[in-house]
Nanobody, 125 residues
Framework: QVQLVESGGDLVQPGGSLRLSCAAS????????MGWYRQDPGKQRELVAS?????????NYADSVEGRFTISRDVANNTVYLQMSSLKPEDTAVYYC?????????????????WGQGTLVTVSS
């Protein structure tokens, strides 16, 4: 199993910056990708950004955050960060960290998705 703990959510003014952190523990060697998702009440959870943890870092961003958000990794500490800049009111949401992992189950490996508890980001003046 993998446990994820997010931190960094806060109230910030439009145009401001914030950095979220997601620390993984447990069976971290099985993690292939980690990502940040966000969800507004009444809306579907959407991908914000993701990054691979094996080999060279490959990143993926939602169009709505491209150029404003940067995802990065600290492999040694099993932590992923989301640096958010030029924040807009529409970025307000609960941000969730997700880890995709392949873990041994018997003689095989099975795919798992693990989620953190979420951290609230509010962009408002």
């Amino acid at each position: 199993q993998v446990q994820l703990v997010e931190s960094g959510g806060d109230l910030v003014q439009p145009g401001g910056s914030l950095r979220l952190s997601c620390a993984a523990s447990g069976s971290v060697r099985g993690i292939s990708t980690m990502g940040w998702y966000r969800q507004d009440p009444g809306k579907q959870r959407e991908l914000v950004a993701s990054i691979t943890l094996t080999g060279s870092a490959r990143t993926n961003y939602a169009d709505s955050v491209e150029g404003r958000f940067t995802i990065s990794r600290d492999v040694a500490n099993n932590t992923v960060y989301l640096q958010m800049s030029s924040l807009k009111p529409e970025d307000t949401a609960v941000y969730y960290c997700r880890a995709d992992a392949w873990l041994p189950e018997g003689s095989f490996y099975k795919y798992f998705e693990f989620w953190g508890q979420g951290t609230l980001v509010t962009v408002s003046s």
